[in-house]
C-alpha cells in the first residue's frame, strides 16, 4: 500500500541538491513527501486543519535545519516522519490514542459490485477497524508506519527511536494482538 514515496537514489540526490541551497529541491521535497507525511500526522490528528499546520511545521523546521548538523544527513524520509512524530508529540504527549475517523482510512471501502460481497467486506473491514482501535498506540504507530506507509524496518527504527529488533518485536505484537482480538470478535460473533 506504498503512495508512492522516491527510491533512495533520487531521495539521496534531492536531499544532496537541498544541502547546497537549491530550492527548486525543496519545493520538489515538499510536493513529493508533504502528501505522506501529512497522512502519518492526520491518522493521530483528529482535526484536519491541525493536522495541516503540524505537517507545515515539519518543512518549516527541514528549511531551517537541511545544511545544519540538526537537518537529515542519511535517510530523508526518516528524518521528516521523526520530526512529523516529535510535533505530534508536542501537541499532545506519547499517551494518545489514534482518531477512529483516522483509522478508518487503513482499510478501503469495496468497489465490489455485488451487493452480499460489499456486505460481507463490510462486516470484515467494520470488524479490522474496531480491532485496530483497541491496539495500544505504539502498535498503531508501527503498523502505519510499516504498512501504510511502507517504510523499511529500519526507517521504523529511527523514525520511533528504537533498535530494528525492537521494532520487529513491536510489529510482531502488533500483528499476534491484531490476529487475537480479531479471533475473539469473531468467536463473540458466533458464540
Do not use: C
Given at each position: 500500500m506504498g503512495f508512492g514515496l522516491p527510491d533512495i537514489p533520487t531521495e539521496d540526490l534531492l536531499l544532496t541538491r537541498a544541502k547546497r541551497g537549491d530550492q527548486a529541491a525543496l519545493a520538489q521535497i515538499y510536493e513529493v513527501y508533504f502528501p505522506s507525511i501529512y497522512r502519518f500526522i492526520r491518522y493521530q490528528v483528529e482535526d484536519q486543519a491541525l493536522a495541516e499546520d503540524i505537517a507545515s511545521e515539519v518543512f518549516?523546521?527541514?528549511?531551517?535545519?537541511?545544511?545544519?548538523?540538526?537537518?537529515?544527513?542519511?535517510?530523508?524520509?526518516?528524518?521528516?516522519?521523526?520530526?512529523?512524530?516529535?510535533?505530534?508529540?508536542?501537541?499532545?504527549?506519547?499517551?494518545?490514542?489514534?482518531?477512529r475517523a483516522a483509522l478508518e482510512d487503513w482499510i478501503p471501502d469495496s468497489a465490489e459490485p455485488d451487493l452480499e460481497v460489499q456486505f460481507i467486506r463490510a462486516v470484515d473491514a467494520d470488524r479490522a477497524r474496531r480491532a485496530l482501535r483497541m491496539l495500544v498506540p505504539e502498535q498503531q504507530e508501527v503498523l502505519i508506519l510499516r504498512f501504510v506507509e511502507a517504510l523499511s524496518l529500519q526507517e521504523t527504527a529511527d523514525i520511533m527511536g528504537k533498535s530494528t529488533s525492537a521494532v520487529k518485536s513491536l510489529q510482531f505484537r502488533a500483528v499476534n494482538a491484531l490476529r487475537s482480538i480479531l479471533g475473539e470478535m469473531k468467536l463473540a460473533n458466533y458464540g
Open positions: 518549516i523546521t527541514l528549511m531551517d535545519n537541511v545544511g545544519s548538523r540538526n537537518g537529515p544527513r542519511h535517510s530523508l524520509r526518516g528524518w521528516l516522519f521523526r520530526v512529523a512524530r516529535n510535533e505530534v508529540y508536542k501537541h499532545f504527549g506519547k499517551v494518545r490514542q489514534f482518531p
